[in-house]
């Protein structure tokens, strides 16, 4: 019953094609591309919008596996120091993690990890390191903790030009 005018017709949809018969290329923002890269690694729309509105010269550190799953960390100080101690500023509670286990720093964009002297070291990306340079989606395991470092959108905005 196409003709009757109070049927509603269905709205065409982004994957409707123009024509059918006809070869299509489709083309994708930049941010569609983080976006599928972001579902893919199984971060929530929720951590896509706080990795989005990171200032720049800041960083979070999403706990991906580990006693305390989901955790997020802001990286905003120059130095920031990772371990078991209470008075860490990331308090990770497991015998696994030293007391002072790891330290995030940064320089002007830019951040490292560097190991502290732990019993059972940290990793980068599965390598144990002393220290290394964090790049966007790497991932730094300190004890049981297995966390993922999102650079703020700005910084690397600023990087690719």
Same mark, same amino acid.
């Given at each position: 019953?196409?003709?009757?005018?109070?049927?509603?017709?269905?709205?065409?949809?982004?994957?409707?094609?123009?024509?059918?018969?006809?070869?299509?290329?489709?083309?994708?923002?930049?941010?569609?591309?983080?976006?599928?890269?972001?579902?893919?690694?199984?971060?929530?729309?929720?951590?896509?919008?706080?990795?989005?509105?990171?200032?720049?010269? /800041? $960083? =979070? +550190?999403?706990?991906?596996?580990?006693p305390? @799953? #989901?955790?997020?960390? %802001?990286?905003?100080?120059? *130095?920031?120091?990772?371990?078991?101690h209470?008075?860490?500023?990331?308090?990770?509670d497991?015998?696994?993690?030293?007391?002072?286990?790891?330290?995030?720093?940064?320089?002007?964009?830019?951040?490292?990890?560097?190991?502290?002297?732990?019993?059972?070291?940290?990793?980068?990306?599965?390598?144990?390191?002393? /220290? $290394? =340079? +964090?790049?966007?989606?790497?991932?730094?395991? @300190? #004890?049981?903790?297995? %966390?993922?470092?999102?650079? *703020?959108?700005?910084?690397?905005?600023?990087?690719?030009r």
């Open positions: 019953m196409a003709d009757d005018p109070n049927e509603e017709q269905a709205a065409p949809t982004s994957a409707t094609p123009v024509n059918p018969g006809a070869d299509t290329t489709v083309h994708f923002a930049d941010d569609f591309a983080q976006q599928l890269k972001a579902m893919e690694a199984g971060v929530s729309s929720e951590e896509q919008e706080a990795i989005a509105a990171l200032p720049s010269g /800041s $960083a =979070l +550190l999403v706990v991906r596996r580990g305390n @799953v #989901g955790a997020r960390f %802001l990286l905003d100080k120059d *130095s920031t120091i990772a371990g078991r209470p008075d860490a500023d990331i308090f990770l497991d015998v696994t993690v030293s007391r002072r286990h790891a330290e995030f720093s940064r320089v002007g964009n830019v951040f490292q990890v560097k190991d502290l002297g732990s019993l059972n070291g940290t990793y980068f990306d599965g390598v144990r390191i002393e /220290s $290394a =340079l +964090l790049s966007d989606g790497a991932e730094v395991q @300190v #004890g049981k903790f297995r %966390l993922t470092f999102y650079a *703020s959108r700005l910084d690397l905005a600023a990087l690719s």
